[in-house]
């Protein structure tokens, strides 16, 4: 296991990229948003002063409304599409025009926890914790213009969950027609079919050009993105991160902030209720735009655990996971292995992320679900061990998918075995 976590450690050096960490060499160049904050935890384990640095670079490139965008372009790499020219937001910075899980919050609480650098760690943490607390407001201004307690997400690649079933019957509402010609770079660093389709592409483009021709204008994006698509396992992150940004505040004496959080975790933790469904025992995307809940079962309705959800949906998530064991041999399948739409190879329409694992661990290790924490953490190890620090796996194969050598899965690594 010592071994283990000296490999890991390696591959987050050689990602290192000074101020930031690339999540892997070739197909992912710059620095990604939730890759980041999760990355941190790993480093925070042998270097708290580069775990801090990785966030503040995150935070430096957050706009003026608040927003802390999906990638920020630091330098040029002809290797990825769609680049700074086609995202087109004139940043100093060059960043892409949408954002990502907001994991931040969760992680910069648990970085200054585990501090062993308290100095430090308050230092950071109190510069970084207006930063947050104004990119989880900007989420309930913005996403949440009704104001239900609940975001939505504007383009499959805010979740992460890119190519996820439970877009597949909303994204037919994008168009393809008007979309400027482009070649993928992707499918040139990794396995096509490990990746989303060219279908999938040109829909994913077509969204950018539509919010850039609006000016990347917050206060217009959701309600004219044909997509909106309120994803339970993104609104956990979001609660969670308010929740864990409230505990912070209060330990470092802002009690505005502290309230402020506090009270949107709990809006929204009220309203995820609405998102449970008895009959597939988990929660479920809801489509805001047809105004229904979306049937497909995918890990989203899992990672619900990650925030504080009731005891009993808390046990219920516990039997849906045993219940996919039985379908798979490495929990949790990113959707479920008997579905017709499972794809064990395909990004998000399958395989098993260890940062999924890991946060749904976290969640089910607070609701005292320890036998099933182990067994994912678990599942987690004898993954690496098969397959190296790969981005994704088949969960019943373990066969490695994506890019290799990937950051954010060494960070987990570092977690679960320290
Ligand atoms: C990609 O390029 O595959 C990313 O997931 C988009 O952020």
């Not at 050689?14 to 990355?39: E, I, K």
């Not at 509402?173 to 990794?190: I, K, L, M, Q």
């Not at 044909?226 to 993104?234: A, E, N």
């Not at 395909?346 to 036998?371: F, Q, T």
């Amino acid at each position: 296991e010592n071994d283990l976590i000296e490999h890991a450690k390696q591959v987050l050096r050689d990602n290192d990229r000074g101020t930031y960490t690339v999540p892997t060499h070739g197909l992912y160049p710059f620095q990604w948003n939730w890759d980041s904050a999760l990355s941190a935890l790993g480093f925070a384990h042998f270097d708290e002063a580069r775990a801090w640095t990785e966030i503040d670079t995150l935070f430096e490139n957050q706009w003026d409304d608040g927003m802390v965008p999906h990638i920020i372009f630091h330098q040029v790499d002809e290797g990825y599409f769609p680049g700074p020219d086609i995202w087109g937001t004139e940043r100093p910075v060059p960043t892409s025009g949408i954002t990502q899980p907001p994991v931040a919050g969760f992680a910069v609480r648990r970085m200054y926890d585990r501090a062993t650098d308290k100095p430090l760690a308050t230092a950071r943490a109190r510069a970084l914790l207006p930063l947050i607390h104004a990119w989880h407001q900007w989420f309930y201004l913005n996403r949440d213009p009704q104001g239900t307690g609940l975001v939505a997400i504007i383009h499959p690649w805010e979740t992460g969950r890119d190519n996820s079933v439970d877009w597949d019957v909303a994204f037919q509402r994008v168009p393809t027609e008007g979309v400027a010609p482009f070649t993928r770079r992707d499918t040139t660093h990794a396995n096509p079919a490990h990746r989303p389709s060219d279908e999938q592409y040109k829909r994913y483009i077509w969204l950018v050009q539509k919010f850039r021709n609006l000016g990347w204008d917050n206060t217009k994006l959701h309600d004219a993105s044909p997509f909106r698509v309120v994803d339970p396992g993104f609104n956990a992150i979001l609660i969670r991160s308010c929740a864990d940004l409230a505990e912070l505040a209060d330990e470092l004496g802002e009690p505005t902030i502290a309230a402020q959080s506090r009270a949107m975790a709990q809006k929204g933790n009220a309203a995820m209720a609405t998102l449970w469904s008895e009959e597939y025992g988990q929660y479920l995307c809801y489509d805001r735009i047809s105004g229904t809940l979306i049937e497909s079962p995918s890990v989203a309705g899992i990672l619900a655990a990650f925030a504080d959800i009731p005891p009993d949906k808390a046990a219920a998530l516990t039997r849906r996971i045993e219940s996919l064991a039985e379908a798979c041999n490495y929990l949790v399948p990113s959707h479920d292995p008997r579905a017709a739409e499972f794809e064990g190879l395909r990004y998000w329409r399958g395989p098993v992320w260890l940062i999924v694992n890991y946060m749904i661990a976290d969640g089910l290790k607070r609701a005292g679900k320890s036998e099933m924490v182990d067994r994912i953490n678990a599942d987690c190890v004898r993954l690496i061990h098969r397959s190296g620090f790969a981005e994704y796996y088949d969960p019943i194969t373990a066969e490695p998918c994506g890019g290799a050598h990937f950051t954010w899965t060494a960070a987990m690594v570092i977690e679960i075995l320290s």
